[in-house]
């Protein structure tokens, strides 16, 4: 594939996470210059612009992302830790984006995508095993994203400064509701951060660039500068005295509920940035985005065109689908250092499952599929699952949830376990599942009683070697 600007014929680009910050704004750029897909859980209303089209899209559905992603030349992914669209989550943010990006990779890889170009965070000089859980997450991700046929091209940034970033938005909560800044001993930490305009024009260099495929390029501005700075200089920007100083003692707690109240940014965002904040994180000059000349715009630019900015991105409007009140999802990651098949693993699990509750529960398999759980008395299934073969290999089994009186909702919901990271963990989860109890006492017991289930199948799971 030669570059975009050298191709006559418009390639066809699709975004995950096309109505967040970076998104919405590359569309506003860029879409006379592409065939653009905005990829939204939402369906579209009302679309303002007929040169953009948007696609339906569940991405923790593989089926659902391969549709999404037909015909469609580069897919860029701006997927982080996305919020839960279920009631009941049970799952860390970095399973969450392991499986989701590995339901990318997988789609991309089955639809032909050439590129995937993936947003994600700057890492510092370190030995992975000392990374903050949210740049390993960013790592486990990029990793995923390029494991398969999709050249990947993985560009790390830090705070990228432009109107309507929710980590600058943080910065500048914390200079307009205080006073008085008195800074972690975080905030003393180098990073280098980028403006929105010189973001952007990198994604598009990179776009069908063959210079790019299959390497990390780490994106960052002209300054280098701790956070502390980063405050004094946006409050001057914003014409605001303020008294800014650090203090040795300040505990990650503390800084959380500190960012969090007064930048005003939701815990799942807040809590794992403020973990990554006592990294240093500079741009390497072995790693450095180069590929063009870009005069980048410094800092205090950045600031005030963030601040002073009355462009507007124009999303589509979305129908509001309420879905199915009490959806559950849970999410869990076990160490596979036996290197056990994801087709090993459910068929143990379903020997295993009514072998440990033998008191309570027992197992059966029918010709036709369906596994089925009962009660030792009982003759209706308590849960019924039937396996997907066409949608099942040796590093994925898919179950529909398809009967039994613990179950509400049996046309849709998913139950699978998966190799990923070329088999280093295997993740079981459960899909929308609706529970037929009454939501209080299903919180309480039902739930509680999976976790602690498959806390104790991942020990059951590494003291096994392949029969």
């Not at 997927?79 to 049970?90: A, G, K, V, Y």
């Not at 903050?132 to 999709?150: D, M, N």
């Not at 410094?298 to 601040?307: N, Q």
Request: proline share 5%; glycine share 6%; with cysteine.
């Amino acid at each position: 594939m030669e570059t975009s600007t050298q191709n006559q014929k418009k390639l066809t680009v699709a975004i995950a996470g096309a109505s967040g910050y970076i998104g919405r704004w590359f569309i506003h750029h860029f879409h006379e210059k592409y065939n653009l897909i905005g990829l939204s859980r939402k369906e579209v209303k009302y679309n303002p612009n007929p040169n953009v089209e948007w696609r339906q899209v569940e991405l923790y559905s593989i089926s659902s992302t391969t549709e999404a992603l037909r015909g469609v030349d580069v897919a860029i992914y701006l997927i982080h830790s996305m919020n839960s669209s279920t009631r009941l989550n049970q799952g860390s943010f970095e399973d969450t984006d392991l499986l989701l990006a590995d339901n990318f990779s997988r789609a991309a890889s089955l639809t032909g995508v050439q590129q995937i170009v993936y947003l994600g965070g700057l890492l510092p000089d370190e030995d992975e095993s000392q990374l903050s859980r949210h740049l390993k997450s960013r790592l486990e991700v990029e990793r995923t994203l390029g494991s398969r046929k999709a050249k990947l091209t993985a560009l790390r940034a830090s705070i990228i400064v432009g109107p309507g970033g929710s980590s600058f938005d943080m910065i500048k909560n914390l200079v307009k509701n205080l006073p008085v800044l008195m800074c972690p001993k975080w905030t003393e930490s180098l990073t280098q951060p980028i403006s929105l305009r010189d973001t952007l024009t990198i994604m598009d260099v990179c776009i069908g660039n063959s210079k790019a495929y299959d390497r990390p390029i780490e994106i960052g501005g002209n300054d280098i500068l701790p956070y502390r700075e980063m405050l004094e200089k946006t409050a001057e920007a914003m014409g605001k005295p303020r008294l800014v100083f650090s203090v040795p003692v300040f505990s990650l707690g503390l800084s959380k509920f500190w960012v969090g109240l007064f930048g005003e940014g939701p815990p799942q965002l807040v809590y794992p940035l403020v973990e990554s904040l006592r990294h240093t994180l500079v741009v390497s000059e072995d790693k450095k985005f180069d590929l063009l000349e870009i005069d980048y715009l410094d800092f205090v630019s950045s600031v005030k065109i963030a601040l002073n900015s009355e462009e507007e991105p124009q999303l589509p409007e979305f129908i509001q689908n309420p879905g199915v009140r009490n959806t559950v999802r849970s999410i869990q990651r076990m160490e596979n250092i036996n290197k056990h098949t994801a087709t090993w693993v459910a068929n143990r699990y379903n020997i295993w499952l009514p072998t440990f509750f033998s008191f309570l529960i027992k197992g059966k398999s029918k010709e036709t599929g369906e596994i089925n759980f009962h009660l030792l008395w009982g003759k209706k299934p308590m849960l019924q699952l039937t396996m997907i073969p066409d949608r099942s290999d040796q590093d994925r089994q898919l179950f529909y949830i398809s009967g039994g009186w613990l179950v509400k909702r049996f046309d849709y919901g998913w139950l699978e376990f998966r190799g990923v990271l070329d088999g280093k963990y295997i993740i079981s989860a459960i899909h929308e599942f609706v529970p037929r109890l009454p939501w209080f006492v299903y919180v309480n017991t039902q739930a509680r009683i999976h976790l602690w289930v498959m806390n104790r199948f991942k020990k059951y799971l590494n003291t096994k070697g392949v029969d």
